[in-house]
């Protein structure tokens, strides 16, 4: 729950959070514990799709936007699947690493600009 609070704090998802505390807290290797993470998120969003469905009802959406999501969403899954499967374990930590630098880099600048 605080993984998905700081994220969403952070406008960022908790994504990164989910990879790094299964990495340190059940010693899982990067490459499993992002297959974890997106399987945390599926439920995640499932949940929240279903409450918003059962509270508010299908909000109005634009066709063509939602195709457009739809296809750029199993392209990018299939290019992260060729890309998982051709790089070992260190180089998912160094992605992982990278992706957290970029993130404290976007904190750091919203910061600033907030302030």
Known sequence: MSLGLLGAFLGIG??????AALCLLFSMPTKLATQNSLLIVLFSQLSSTLQTL???GVPPIDPILLGGMVI??????EVG?????KIDNRKATFCLEGAMVLIIGISIYNMCKFF
Do not use: C, K, Q
């Not at 908790?14 to 990879?19: C, E, I, L, Q, W």
């Not at 750029?72 to 899954?77: K, R, T």
């Open 54 to 56: 059962f509270t508010t």
């Open 72 to 77: 750029v969403a199993i392209a990018a899954s």
């Open 81 to 85: 699947r060729r890309i998982h499967r």
């Open 14 to 19: 908790g994504r990164p959070f989910n990879v």
